[in-house]
């Protein structure tokens, strides 16, 4: 089992620019969770799917953020534009279902100069 | 809204030194608990788990104990390692969302 994948592992852009994250949860897991992880604020849940249909993006933090489930195998998160305080770990999880255990990929470091 | 409150970090300790990180919480219903780990460069693990009160979560010599009468989940260890160095995260969930603590560094020195 690969685990849930997250590209890239690293991302080091410059403020205004389109940053976008990938995520590829665990076959045969129906919801997907997307987090970021601040010194500040620390972990906090920004959107989540349930069979590629978003549920709950009470958690994004304004219009510049976006994310897309297209397929049961993909999500994206999108940041247009960028900007310094952006900058964090990006964490995706995945689950059967949004009712169990949540397994964790290894973050997207973002930093926005 | 419901919340996790966890013990202010770092933990230092030396080796075989006996661990508790003390976590409470805050819940308008009937929350399942748990105890995350993160170790350094990865994402989060579950570490243990408890669904109902009383009930006690355990793994890795890690335990747990739902104490609903005093709203905690205090993770424990009679005898750390140095492996067990990490930042360890108190969470709760009570529909679909995960609410995590603020999250314990944990230092253990040979």
């Known amino acids: 089992d690969a685990g849930v994948i997250q590209s890239p592992r690293h991302e080091v852009t410059e403020m205004g620019q389109e940053v976008t994250l990938r995520c590829k949860p665990i076959?045969?897991?129906?919801?997907l969770f997307w987090y970021r992880q601040t010194m500040m604020r620390g972990l906090e849940l920004l959107i989540y799917?349930?069979?590629?249909?978003?549920?709950?993006d009470s958690g994004m933090p304004e219009d510049r953020f976006s994310a897309k489930m297209p397929n049961a195998s993909f999500s994206t998160l999108k940041i247009q534009p960028s900007e310094p305080r952006d900058s964090a770990v990006y964490f995706c999880?995945?689950?059967?279902?949004?009712?169990?255990?949540?397994?964790f990929g290894p973050g997207t470091r973002l930093l926005v100069l | 809204g419901d919340s996790v409150t966890q013990m202010e970090g770092p933990v230092t300790l030396s080796e075989e030194a006996f661990l508790t990180i003390n976590c409470t919480y805050t819940?308008?219903?009937?929350?399942?608990l748990f105890w995350y780990v993160q170790y350094p460069g990865e994402g989060l693990q579950l570490l243990l788990k408890?669904?109902?009160?009383?009930d006690k979560g355990s793994n890795k010599g890690f335990e747990a104990t739902y104490r609903k009468e005093t709203t905690s989940f205090h993770l424990e260890k009679g005898s750390v390692q140095v492996s067990d160095s990490a930042v360890y995260f108190c969470?709760?969930?009570?529909?679909?969302?995960?609410?995590f603590g603020t999250g314990t560094r944990l230092q253990v020195f040979p």
């Open positions: 999880a995945s689950s059967f279902s949004s009712q169990e255990t949540q397994y």
């Open positions: 076959s045969g897991h129906n919801s």
């Open positions: 799917f349930n069979n590629n249909v978003p549920i709950d």
């Open positions: 819940a308008t219903g009937y929350p399942s």
């Open positions: 408890a669904t109902k009160a009383d």
């Open positions: 969470a709760l969930r009570d529909t679909d969302k995960l609410i």
